[in-house]
């Protein structure tokens, strides 16, 4: 696995960790992954307990600056390809921003294209969280191990949504009132 770690605007950052190679095609098909048995995409529900609990342990490494247990949490390959003091450096300028992502707690998760499968097995969620003022995207690969999936990887991007222009209101039509001829005549 490499660490592939690119500025974003705004100053913040995404932490990008996949297989050394590995190229980002995607296959819809379940892949083999012992003895023949084969993986299928989970439920709904599991996908956003993937996301939400990823984003939520991310957040709280963050706030507390310690990332040993997000770390302990990651599939092997990661945890070989990062140690929890790279993992501080490498998610700096998240903390520096302040970056609060416990809105993923309640907030559902929008997936930007279906689940798949990338050729190395890898089971890849891309969406956003559809927060304001700060929209949170998320590019997460997970592996199957032990019966549960563990994560391989992640891209977490803030984006700073610009502010809707205020519309104003409708202008009210201007009110008259209709004047009904009158059926006396006027005498001078």
């Not at 003022?133 to 563990?150: E, M, T």
């Not at 977490?156 to 009210?172: D, G």
């Amino acid at each position: 696995m490499r660490l592939n770690y690119k500025s974003m605007a705004a100053t913040l950052a995404v932490l990008t960790l996949a297989n050394p190679g590995s190229s980002i095609a995607q296959t819809a098909t379940p892949v083999v992954v012992q003895q023949g048995a084969k993986v299928a995409i989970p439920q709904p529900e599991t996908l956003v307990i993937l996301i939400r609990t990823t984003l939520i342990a991310l957040n709280q490494a963050n706030q507390t600056g310690n990332y040993a247990v997000f770390h302990a949490l990651a599939a092997p390959g990661f945890q070989a390809a990062a140690t929890a003091d790279q993992l501080i450096q490498s998610f700096a300028p998240l903390r520096a921003a302040n970056l609060d992502l416990s809105p993923v707690a309640v907030v559902t998760p929008e997936l930007n294209q279906a689940p798949v499968f990338t050729k190395e097995g890898l089971l890849r969620l891309t969406g956003r969280f559809p927060t304001k003022p700060v929209q949170i995207n998320f590019d997460l690969a997970f592996q199957p191990n032990a019966g549960r999936w563990l994560m391989t990887g992640l891209a977490v991007e803030p984006v700073q949504l610009v502010a809707e222009k205020a519309a104003e209101p409708p202008k009210s039509p201007v009110k008259t009132t209709p004047v009904a001829p009158s059926d006396k005549k006027k005498t001078p």
